[in-house]
Every structure is written in C-alpha cells, then in structure tokens.
C-alpha cells in the first residue's frame, strides 16, 4: 500500500446505514487509503450492503474475502457471521471464530487487528448504532498511537454505541457526521505528508 494508513469504521443495525452513507458520500474518488466497514448484519443476510453502499460513493465497495489485498480508495464490508480482520499491512483475513460483545461480525476484532498491524496509522470510527461493540478495539487504536473517531451521540440515530466508544475508547474528535468525511481526508493526508 506504499503508506500505513487504514480506516475502520463500525456501523449498527440502528441509524448505521444512514450514517455511513452520509460519510462515504463526502469522500473523493481518489481518497487514499482503505476503507474497512463494520455493519452488524444477521448471519442470511442476502449481501446487498455493497450495493447499497455503492449507491453513495464513486468509490469501489465489495465483501471482504480472506486473503483480499488492501487497496488505497477501496471500501472493503465484513461478511455477514464472519469477523474481518487484517493479516499483514496487505492483507485481509476471516475469522468465523465465537461472537464477540454478542456479534459476528465485530467491530472491535477487526480494530484491535488494525491496531496491532498498522499503529499509528490507524484511525477508528464509530457511528451511531446500539450495544457495545467498538469500545474495547477503539481503545486498542488510541493506545497504539492511532486516532479515535466517534459521531457525536446527540448526532446518532441511535446514540449508545457512540457513547460507549467516547467513555471506553478515548477518541480524540468526536463530531457530527457531515463533519468526519473532510477530517478522514485531513488526517490520511497529513499522514501521507509526514
């Protein structure tokens, strides 16, 4: 990927969509880093979230499958029933292992891999969603040096996962969504400038 930078994002069942639309919708064609997308579907989920997702963004949206090259500007979505997680600074993994804060897939095994495998290159983002899920793997990005993301709760649908992130996550900005599009691009660029 030339540059350590990969961008999580976790969504819910409540408000999520929404919200991920409204992000994705501000990102230019040429953003520069991957994308990985956390959205808490059931396990027969008929896979029509890319599409959905697609219809926001110029940007390329597709399932992530084990083994999966991270590419710059493209929007990888977890499988439903399946944890994503990252390998290596290239590569993407599956983990069908046990349910994590109740969920498969979950937010915070694929933040606490992003941790481990990119530091602080790696930015989190939490949106509006319920339960838990996010908290524990956002706190894993910040004490690897990365940066914290959470949609401010009075701006979420459903305010309890961006509320659980700020108390247990220690995200450095918390704001509306309209604004986390402009400060992604801000962040990926200064860590490309540095």
Request: glycine share 10%.
């Amino acid at each position: 990927m030339g540059w350590q930078t990969v961008i999580s994002w976790l969504l819910a069942s409540t408000g999520g969509l929404d919200a991920l639309s409204t992000l994705v919708s501000g990102l230019a064609q040429d953003f520069p880093a991957a994308l990985l997308i956390v959205l808490h579907t059931a396990p027969s989920s008929p896979r029509l979230l890319a599409a959905i997702v697609s219809r926001s963004t110029s940007l390329p949206v597709r399932y992530a499958e084990d083994g999966d090259t991270l590419e710059n500007g493209c929007i990888f979505i977890a499988p439903p029933d399946c944890h994503m997680i990252v390998r290596d600074p290239c590569h993407l993994g599956s983990d069908c292992g046990p349910k994590v804060q109740f969920v498969r897939p979950s937010i915070d095994k694929l933040f606490e891999s992003v941790a481990q495998v990119f530091g602080t290159g790696a930015i989190g983002v939490v949106l509006s969603g319920r339960a838990h899920d996010g908290s524990n793997g956002l706190s894993a990005i910040t004490a690897a040096g990365g940066v914290g993301v959470v949609q401010d709760p009075l701006d979420a649908r459903a305010a309890e996962m961006p509320a659980s992130a700020i108390a247990g996550g220690h995200p450095k900005f918390v704001l509306p969504v309209v604004q986390i599009a402009a400060l992604l691009s801000r962040l990926v660029q200064e860590e490309i400038d540095s």
